[in-house]
């Protein structure tokens, strides 16, 4: 096999075999194909596309190309959430114990926080002593023992994707849905569960920006997940705002907690009241209805906070500061962003205000940068909020002065206030099966 050949056969629109595709990732992760040859059939990709059947074969080649978690010993319970990413969105904390607290066994492994995106595993550093890197034994034992444990990913796994997304990054070939697909659902496989349920977010702060395209590649992924033998369903999302009022390591921690007693923003509770819903629906083969009952009755019952502490102290972490959230503490800058008039909230660019808190210390430009877990943004109104001037529509939290100007100016911007009360969209645009 030549690789030459394979670039040629794709731009002619015609389908790679199992066994090409499989060499191609191979000699790619082992540096026996060149970038310049991988760039180019990338773009052939991107341009000719991929069926189904050769993007199942991308993604299982993907996903063995480095280590896999075998959690057949839990059965058919685990049960993985994963969220294509978005701003204030720290569902995992609220859904991941509350499937927990059911029955379901949530064995994951979670990222760090890149660009206007925030990261699991930095939310989950706010804890004091929470370990992030527990030995493959300690793993087991907890997901055994609790029901839960969540992890950084291990650096050698699904190699073969981290390499390949580079590529795509540096070559215009991110925005490709088998490509897309491949990516996110490789890493599903690979660590292991047998049900999925995929968050795919859309809007300005969202990879998809609308709904056509969130839907196109939620249901690509599903017929993939399908063909690789896992139950799996995803919700389309809304990512127009942020979710909840929080955008911050900590301060998201802290709206967290308020959720799983029994408060905190609506939106952010609705959606993880669905994810949750088809977590349990799924890993415990339960009608939708019976599953919503079950997670509306963690929440009410207290039984989701107990299990988030039960988690939250098995991985080191100091759980005082789930009863006592003043712990996380503050900032020393806290800067309040006010109303220059009157009216409506139009929209609040979910973007902009990611990218704002990134600014602030909350997020990293690069994957070198060191994050501030107290810095963040808290907003006090959502889109169809009335608004006097002078009235506070955000805080700027963090350690360092000088950026408190430019954050001001982004958030500023991305707050739009006019006269009209904005048409309300859904929080969830469509769940697929």
């Not at 990338?42 to 991929?50: D, E, S, T």
């Not at 959690?71 to 319970?77: A, E, I, P």
């Not at 839960?148 to 699904?158: R, W």
């Not at 408060?263 to 088809?278: F, I, K, Q, S, W």
Request: glycine share 10%.
């Amino acid at each position: 096999m030549r690789m030459y050949d394979l670039i040629t056969k794709k731009k002619h629109g015609e389908e790679l075999s199992d066994g090409e595709i499989g060499a191609l990732v191979r000699g790619y992760a082992t540096g026996k194909i060149p970038d310049y040859q991988m760039s180019a059939l990338l773009m052939a990709i991107y341009f000719r596309g991929m069926s189904d059947r050769e993007t199942t074969s991308l993604t299982v080649a993907m996903a063995e190309s480095g280590d896999t978690l075998d959690l057949s010993d839990f059965g058919t319970l685990t049960v993985d959430k994963h969220s294509t990413g978005g701003v204030g969105d720290k569902t995992t904390l609220i859904v991941a114990p509350i499937a927990a607290s059911i029955g379901c066994k949530v064995a994951k492994m979670s990222g760090r926080g890149l660009g206007h995106t925030g990261g699991t595993v930095d939310k989950l550093e706010s804890f004091p002593g929470y370990d992030t890197s527990l030995s493959s034994d300690k793993f087991f034992e907890q997901v055994g023992r609790v029901g839960i444990s969540v992890i950084g990913q291990s650096g050698n796994f699904a190699p073969a994707d981290k390499l390949l997304y580079a590529l795509r990054d540096v070559t215009a070939t991110v925005d490709s849905v088998p490509l897309i697909t491949s990516s996110i659902m490789s890493k599903k496989l690979a660590a292991g569960s047998h049900s999925i349920v995929l968050d795919v977010k859309c809007g300005s702060g969202g990879f998809m920006k609308t709904p056509e395209d969130a839907e196109i590649l939620a249901e690509g992924m599903v017929r993939i997940g399908k063909r690789c033998g896992r139950n799996i369903a995803a919700l389309i999302t809304n990512m127009d705002n942020p979710l909840g009022f929080a955008i911050g390591n900590s301060l998201e921690v802290i709206e967290a907690i308020e959720v799983l007693r029994g408060g905190g923003p609506e939106d952010l509770r609705a959606v993880c009241v669905e994810l949750a819903t088809a977590m349990v629906s799924l890993a415990l083969e339960l009608p939708e209805e019976e599953a919503r009952a079950r997670v509306l009755n963690a929440l009410s019952s207290g039984a989701a906070l107990d299990m988030l502490k039960v988690w939250i102290g098995a991985q080191g972490g100091d759980i005082s500061y789930i009863d006592d959230t003043s712990k996380f503490g503050r900032s020393t800058y806290n800067h309040e962003v006010r109303a220059s008039k009157s009216g409506y909230i139009s929209s609040v660019n979910a973007e902009a205000v990611g990218i704002a808190s990134v600014t602030l210390g909350a997020g990293r430009a690069s994957k070198e940068d060191s994050i501030d877990h107290k810095a963040g943004i808290m907003l006090y109104a959502k889109p169809c909020a009335w608004v006097n001037e002078g009235d506070v529509l955000a805080t700027l939290s963090t350690e360092n002065d000088s950026a408190l100007k430019a954050a001001e100016e982004a958030v500023r911007g991305a707050i739009v206030i006019s006269s009209v009360c904005p048409e309300k969209k859904p929080l969830v645009y469509k769940t697929v099966y």
